[in-house]
């Protein structure tokens, strides 16, 4: 596997492509829900499932698993949670927001800016879920050899580490951005 940043900017790119076939005002609308899952994760799982998990496990009077399998845990899932929630907001009704189609030179740049922005959403998070947890794709490997991941990262890969939306972005600023998408989505 190359280094971290060429697979995050392959699907960066591939969002982008998505929002130049689909249109801007289709992906608004999952940029909305990229928003929606970050506050549900940032602001009350990532911080309370820690708690929660030591509850369960004392109440069921067992240890807590390990650090670094307690790290594949919260990656796994909050990478997973996000994954479904953007699979959903393609996959479901679409959740649009009102416009024309911007023909020409203009469409092509909107559709390009909003597929940059929901790349950076998606590929920056699965990413921040990874860095925010020593990346545990890490531990995967066949006999001495990596599959995924190698590390050290980088210098590139963290210098953009730094950059990540959850680092970028508050936990409460992603409700509020959320609730903004919502009130441009109903104005008239």
Do not use: C
Request: proline share 9%; hydrophobic share 55%; aromatic share 16%.
């Amino acid at each position: 596997m190359g280094p971290l940043e060429i697979f995050f900017a392959t699907i960066f790119a591939f969002f982008i492509f998505v929002a130049l076939v689909r249109g801007y005002s289709n992906e608004l609308g999952v940029i909305t829900i990229d928003f929606a899952a970050l506050f549900l994760i940032m602001m009350f799982l990532e911080p309370n499932l820690p708690e929660v998990l030591q509850r369960v496990y004392a109440n069921l009077d067992r240890p807590m698993p390990a650090p670094r399998a307690l790290d594949h845990f919260y990656s796994g899932l909050f990478s997973l949670i996000f994954l479904m929630s953007v699979f959903a907001a393609y996959a479901g009704q679409v959740f649009s927001f009102p416009g024309g189609t911007r023909r020409g030179i203009e469409g092509f740049f909107t559709n390009f800016l909003v597929g940059a922005l929901n790349g950076y959403l998606i590929a920056g998070s699965l990413w921040y879920f990874q860095d925010a947890y020593n990346y545990p794709v890490s531990d995967l490997s066949l006999p001495g050899i990596p599959v995924l991941l190698e590390l050290p990262l980088t210098p590139t890969a963290q210098a953009i580490a730094d950059f990540l939306p959850p680092r970028v972005v508050p936990p409460l600023g992603w409700g509020a951005l959320m609730l903004l998408m919502l009130f441009l989505r109903v104005r008239k």
